[in-house]
């Protein structure tokens, strides 16, 4: 039973303009939430964080906003560029509560191309 | 550079061989973690470790083994590979278990 889901397999953008993820999780205990950008032949980066006490977190051309309401949280890339084509994952923990302190639930991914 | 290392790169195994990935971390984190990849499954965990001397089961643990006798270094071994465990396999460390993680290059796997 998948805890966190990408529903969007993949995504198609052209440069320049927004590129909106979507992640959707079940678990309640869940109160950090991350996202990880793949390319291919190398390990996920770290991109964002977000943690249950904020509604929006943003770092440059990245935002993270999460809807604690609706078990939802969406990853907002403006403007997007060519160079974020890759795999995006979303994962989720619980830090301080439940019996798995800090293990990473991971959405399957979202392929996102930028083309120009 | 600081950062996770795994080796090899790339094996193809026969099945029924037996297997050790290796991880190596310089970074100092308490906590390290075996995650595969799978086309359409993202990334599972398989075992984990918060600290040097102990260790955990993930999501997928069945077939394979871990050790933790240092803070640097958690291999993950395959004792009798199926072909079922043709996958990338992903080391992760994170400073203690509630701190983003930092993935290492990955090591593709085919058994045969």
Redesign the interface.
């Known amino acids: 039973d998948q805890q966190v889901k990408?529903n969007s397999?993949s995504l198609s953008v052209q440069e320049g303009r927004i590129s909106i993820l979507n992640c959707d999780y079940t678990n309640s205990m869940f109160d950090?939430f991350?996202w990880?950008k793949k390319y291919p032949?190398?390990?996920?980066?770290?991109l964002i964080?977000i943690s249950s006490i904020k509604d929006k977190n943003e770092d440059g051309r990245f935002t993270v906003f999460l809807n604690k309401s609706a078990k939802h949280l969406s990853l907002h890339i403006v403007p997007s560029q060519p160079g974020d084509s890759a795999v995006y994952?979303c994962a989720a923990s619980a830090?301080?509560r439940g019996s798995t302190?800090?293990?990473?639930y991971?959405?399957?991914?979202t392929q996102l191309t930028v083309w120009p | 550079i600081a950062g996770i290392t795994q080796a090899p790169t790339s094996q193809i195994l026969a099945a029924g061989r037996r297997m050790t990935l290796r991880c190596t971390q310089d970074m100092r984190h308490n906590a390290m973690y075996w995650y595969r990849q799978d086309l359409g499954l993202g990334l599972r965990l398989i075992h984990y470790s918060n600290t040097a001397g102990t260790t955990g089961k993930g999501e997928v643990p069945d077939g394979y083994s871990v050790s933790r006798a240092n803070t640097d270094d958690f291999p993950l071994t395959l004792a009798s590979a199926v072909p079922s465990q043709t996958s990338v396999y992903f080391c992760a460390s994170s400073a203690d278990s509630y701190n983003e993680q930092f993935f290492g290059p990955g090591t593709r796997l085919t058994v045969l």
């Open positions: 990408q397999p950090y991350l990880y032949a190398e390990g996920p980066t770290f964080s994952f830090r301080w302190l800090g293990r990473l991971f959405g399957r991914g």
